[in-house]
């Protein structure tokens, strides 16, 4: 494991060590990580839309679309793009 040194605004170290006393995390460090975390996870999220966009824009130039005319059709819709992720 890396050991990194950070500064920071005051505010921001208070902010980590009321996160720190609220239980929700053993420490600093954790509560560090799991920010990385949820940046990662935000990072894929955007990288997953923009192929999506990216693929729907060229079926769009082609001509492969779908008209959503009702909200069963809207439902159809977001199924598949959560099956698949």
């Known amino acids: 494991m890396i050991r990194k040194t950070i500064s920071m605004p ?27 975390r949820q940046d990662q996870a935000e990072r894929a999220k955007m990288e997953f839309l923009s192929g999506h966009l990216a693929e729907s824009q060229e079926d769009y130039k082609a001509g492969r679309t779908t008209r959503i005319q009702s909200q069963e059709d809207l439902k159809t819709f977001f199924n598949t793009i959560k099956s698949s992720e």
């Not at 995390?25 to 509560?31: K, P």
């Open 10 to 36: 005051d505010a921001m170290g208070d902010w980590i060590t009321e996160r720190v006393k609220s239980g929700q995390y053993n420490n600093e460090s954790e509560y560090i990580r799991d920010l990385v």
